[in-house]
């Protein structure tokens, strides 16, 4: 008979406990184990969190931890781990700290010397971002965008250039207009995947446009109703087609001569202002080495 293995939970640490985002079979093992083990899971709203804990036979004490309180109750939690009682934080759904409450608690835990633990799970971007279909090697997370629709449009011409896929969280009564705030100011052919309640009954990603999003949103009622990740493709990359001037390029050919790559290019950068991943380019195109990662040579 094979033993049970004992749930590893120490005293006095602090796990960051990710949950289920719509399917409850979604959680892991050792998300279980450590919910079960704890002395207290600290939760963004006790009543939301209670449904997961009752499904799976948890029954630990709770305590709130949201954006009204969090500032004043993280001290008092920092000083219950010093003290050795080890802590879960979840939050209503998701990775705990992904836009939301917990940050001044993880702060307060690792000023103190708390050790902080991470148990990996469910996080809607990344999932949304894994079944896109846009490129995922490089990408940044927004959050929610501002309310207000003159901050939105700031907010979204900020980033139109930015060449990494965009994602953004938006919630079913402002999605339709932020839609028509990003289609003001992004071009309307970049591509854009409307992902809604992810792992639910009613999942959907939908692919379309910066353009087409909006339209496709208001023909159609079920599919403004549920929690949304906006994402959006990033801006051409105009490195590829970029190169030094011919100035530039003497430049770089002269200091090539009598100093080692890297110092030349950072020479060159410095005396003529070019970019400095086109100097780097040109530099390993010169010195025989073309197609060597830039990054692999930093």
Known sequence: MMMRREPQVAAGVLYLVATPIGNLSDVSFRALEVLKSVDAIACEDTRHSRPLLDHYG?????????????????????????????????????????????????????????????????????????????????????????????????????????????????????????????????????????????????????????????????????????????????APSTAATAVLTPQQARILGILLRDHPLKTAVALTVEISGARRELVYREALRLSGREGTSVEATD
């Open 58 to 234: 948890i029954d630990r004490p709770l305590i709130a931890l949201h954006e009204y309180n969090e500032d004043s109750r993280s001290a008092r939690l920092a000083e219950r781990l010093l003290a050795g009682d080890s802590i879960a934080l979840v939050s209503d759904a998701g990775t705990p700290l992904i836009n939301d409450p917990g940050y001044p608690l993880v702060r307060a835990a690792r000023a103190a010397g708390i050790r902080v633990s991470p148990v990996p799970g469910p996080c809607a971007l990344i999932a949304a971002l894994s079944a896109s279909g846009l490129p995922s090697h490089r990408f940044t997370y927004e959050g929610f965008p501002p309310r207000k629709s003159s901050a939105r449009k700031s907010f979204f011409a900020a980033l139109k250039d930015d060449a990494r896929t965009l994602i953004f969280y938006e919630s079913s009564h402002r999605v339709l207009e932020t839609l028509r705030d990003l289609a003001s100011v992004f071009p309307a052919g970049r591509r854009l995947v409307l992902a809604r309640e992810l792992t639910k009954r009613y999942e959907t990603l939908v692919d379309t446009t910066v353009g087409g999003a909006e339209a496709l949103l208001a023909a159609a009622a079920e599919m403004r109703l549920g929690e949304f990740v906006v994402l959006v493709e990033g």
